[in-house]
């Protein structure tokens, strides 16, 4: 904390002001603990023999000091009434150093070393001298405030929180941030039909719902027996959840961001109602935290919300923390761009969240493989966000075109055809971008999601200044050539953010080359300040949603062989992707970059697996024949990569079940090519064949083959597959059962698919019954506790045990 920023008289006078209890409690506890004291046990009360606390430590050779610690609430000297406190603390002291305290390691009895006297005001050198002498032992020493307040400075700055607090200014920002965006009419007098600003507001947004699968008890004739559970509720309702960490997962464009967002909004609001029970949300991006490397999550937060309110006080207090009343809000982990920058931050989270329990945090990523790797969010309950449904998606379309009459009917048609787009499911972000670039004829519906995305970067780097017809209105082509320009070399280094002036560094040579050189500045400007693509925050710029720097970053890739050389890098999966859309017709450098991963590891393989089926997805020029081939490899590689793979993911197979399931909801995606359903008997035929050596492979190869279908909304063709399919590894029917769930109760799908979904798992039930049992006994057996330093997981009664 910045604590020089606080006066000392200030700071006096809030020890002062504490009760007894108070200060012993808030201060002089955590205050010893902090210093690496030890025990800090409660002896207030009847029997507590002098003592208030006691702390135990070891000095260099091993023998063990206890200390007796005794609180005092104001001055104390030898007038008045402070003459009485000095009494007591005398006889307090006497019977402290004098009796013997249990240790609670071995239980020996042993009498205090020394005592300490603590007061929250002053004790003068007489009161000092007449306490020593009628106590008549020299291991009496004192804390004052004069001692106190340099020490607090240094080991725990965060008790000068409760300074000066002043919530409502924060609340205020934080419903200036979500609403404010929202009422700013762009040039020529139109609003930005809140495509990607104020999404959070009351008038735009769409409730989002959160779903996961949890363990139930429940009674069948007098036996008691876990049951899976599917949860779903709105994402706004977490707060109320007992869940302290959280951690929500959805794909690209699926509304995380946003809905982090409303979660402050909604506690914002509530806290202007509420005098007691008010929460106070803190709103943080990842990168931000990794760029300015705090040494401390308490000190970054603080400063963090002054700036956002402008103001000089603290948002929060002590208390704030101590109690729950603080809920951390941190989005886009996925943005770090690698496992070292994700455990830095998540260290910082973990001391923040082991320091003050009570604070309930939530973080924000896409599903990557790192999610099951790094062992800081094994202790984070998994929410994941449900795709929105007709009925949502019928909300977006209504709010964006809200200036144009659109018949329903033909924006649900319309919405139907949109969900084939390859890439990315119907979500959020995909919806509005659609009803803002769309002219709502039946040929509109680009062919995928890069042509999505062009048009409507395009609609928003040219249309809104068309109707000033300013005099340095520059043409779209040019400006979107400089933004790939900008992404790449911002992707290329991991980072989510420039500086205004690096970013002009890297285009004047290209706009030189164009004749452009002299207006650089002001084509800039006009990107940056006037098409709502970017958030502008003093001298940086980042990309108003991530997507949309892996859209630029993608089209920006000139060399093939660059694409053979960051495949197997999940930084770039998204941004290949955007790649291919923009060249469709790309089929043979796929099949290069085939041959370029050949003989590559197995974790690299299942990412260049993962990236190539969905990179395949985006090639609609390319021809079918030579599509299915490339599948068929993906399928192959994904089978190769499995059984490695699980072994990394689970080295003892402690956990089966659960291994496979996050295995496969890792790699679904990549096999949902929209020919199968075309092509089923062929690939059907293919799925049984058998190479040497490859014995396992036919029922893997059909296993994806259903799990494709499935992803497609093709259901009905992988209904016919399973009635036949009798793998021998039960936990691949356990995949498809649960894809089968998913569709039917999430998926914004026809009623007759959802119906071959319900068929599906309703016909897997009986057959996997003993492995949702194994399944659960793993959910169960992965408690989580800190165990010096190291996450450990409580699977015998022992261990259970020590949990209380």
């Not at 290949?576 to 017709?585: I, S």
């Amino acid at each position: 904390m910045r604590v020089d920023n606080i006066s000392r008289f200030k700071k006096e006078r809030f020890l002062k002001s504490l009760s007894e209890d108070d200060f012993r409690d808030q201060v002089i506890r955590p205050f010893f603990l902090r210093s690496g004291f030890a025990d800090g046990r409660d002896l207030c009360g009847p029997g507590e023999h002098g003592k208030d606390a006691i702390f135990i430590e070891q000095d260099r050779i091993g023998f063990t000091h206890v200390l007796a610690v005794q609180t005092k609430k104001g001055n104390m000297n030898l007038a008045g009434k402070a003459h009485s406190n000095i009494v007591e603390a005398i006889t307090q002291l006497k019977t402290a150093i004098s009796t013997t305290v249990v240790l609670l390691k071995d239980r020996k009895k042993v009498i205090p070393n020394r005592a300490i006297l603590c007061a929250s005001g002053k004790i003068n050198d007489a009161a000092r001298d007449h306490i020593l002498t009628q106590v008549g032992n020299p291991n009496i020493q004192f804390l004052d405030v004069e001692d106190l307040i340099p020490v607090i400075d240094e080991k725990m700055p965060e008790l000068w929180l409760g300074i000066d607090a002043d919530i409502l200014p924060y609340f205020k920002a934080v419903k200036r941030l979500t609403i404010g965006d929202a009422e700013i009419e762009l040039r020529g007098g139109t609003k930005q039909d809140a495509v990607l600003q104020g999404a959070a507001s009351d008038d735009v947004f769409v409730s989002l719902n959160l779903h996961r699968t949890t363990v139930k008890l429940k009674k069948y004739r007098g036996k008691t027996t876990e049951v899976p559970h599917f949860e779903e509720f709105p994402i706004t309702s977490i707060i109320g959840k007992k869940s302290r960490r959280v951690l929500i997962i959805g794909e690209a464009g699926s509304g995380k961001s946003t809905s982090l967002l409303r979660v402050a909004y909604v506690i914002a609001s509530k806290g202007f109602e509420e005098d007691q029970n008010y929460k106070i949300p803190i709103l943080l991006k990842s990168i931000d935290i990794l760029k300015n490397k705090p040494i401390d999550l308490v000190e970054y937060c603080d400063q963090a919300t002054k700036a956002m309110a402008n103001t000089t006080k603290s948002s929060f207090t002590l208390n704030d923390l101590s109690d729950g009343r603080v809920v951390l809000l941190i989005d886009a982990l996925d943005e770090l761009p690698t496992d070292d920058d994700r455990r830095f931050v998540l260290d910082l989270i973990e001391h923040f969240g082991s320091a003050y329990p009570k604070t309930q945090i939530i973080l924000t990523t896409r599903p990557y493989r790192f999610i099951s790797e790094l062992s800081q969010l094994k202790r984070y309950e998994d929410f994941r966000i449900c795709p929105i449904n007709w009925k949502q998606a019928e909300k977006i379309v209504t709010t964006v075109t809200a200036h144009r009459q659109i018949p329903k009917a033909q924006s649900q048609e319309l919405l139907r055809r949109l969900e084939k787009i390859h890439g990315i499911e119907l979500n959020p972000l995909l919806v509005a971008v659609f009803a803002a670039t769309n002219d709502y004829t039946k040929q509109d519906i680009p062919a995928n999601i890069t042509e999505l995305f062009k048009k409507f970067t395009e609609l928003m780097l040219g249309r809104w200044d068309e109707s000033k017809g300013l005099k340095h209105q520059y043409q779209a082509p040019l400006k979107d050539f400089v933004l790939t320009r900008i992404a790449f070399q911002m992707h290329g280094q991991k980072k989510t953010s420039i500086l205004r002036e690096d970013a002009e560094k890297i285009v004047q040579n290209d706009l030189q080359a164009r004749g452009h050189e002299a207006d650089t500045e002001l084509i800039l400007s006009e990107i940056f300040d006037r098409s709502g693509l970017f958030r502008v925050s003093g001298c940086e710029i980042e990309f108003r949603h991530h997507l949309l720097q892996e859209f630029f970053a993608g089209r920006g890739i000139e060399s093939p062989e660059f694409v053979k050389a960051v495949v197997t890098d999940e930084w770039w999966k998204r941004a290949l992707v955007f790649y291919f859309g923009a060249n469709p017709d790309k089929i043979d450098l796929l099949k290069g970059v085939i041959e370029a991963v050949s003989g590559i590891d197995t974790e690299k393989l299942l990412q260049a697996a993962t990236t190539v089926g969905l990179a395949l997805q985006a090639c609609y020029l390319s021809p079918v024949v030579e599509k299915i081939e490339i599948w068929k490899w993906v399928v192959l590689a994904l089978g190769i990569a499995q059984k490695k793979c699980l072994e990394l993911f689970d080295p003892k197979a402690k956990y089966p079940q659960s291994s496979m399931i996050h295995y496969y909801l890792y790699s679904r995606d990549s096999v949902a090519l929209s020919h199968l359903k075309s092509n089923i008997s062929n690939l059907n035929a293919w799925s049984k064949e058998q190479a040497i050596g490859e014995e396992e492979l036919p029922e893997i190869k059909l296993f994806w083959l259903i799990v494709g279908l499935i992803e497609c909304g093709d259901i009905g063709e992988a209904e016919k597959l399973t009635r036949s399919f009798h793998p021998k590894d039960m936990k691949l029917l356990m995949a498809i059962h649960l894809s089968s769930y998913l569709a039917h109760e999430i998926r914004p799908l026809p009623n007759k698919e959802k119906e071959y979904a319900k068929a599906i798992y309703t016909r897997l039930d009986s057959k996997i019954e003993p492995y949702k049992a194994q399944l659960l006994k793993e959910i169960g057996s992965t408690l989580l506790e800190i165990r010096n330093g190291e996450i450990k997981a409580i699977d015998d009664e022992a261990d259970s045990a020590s949990l209380g």
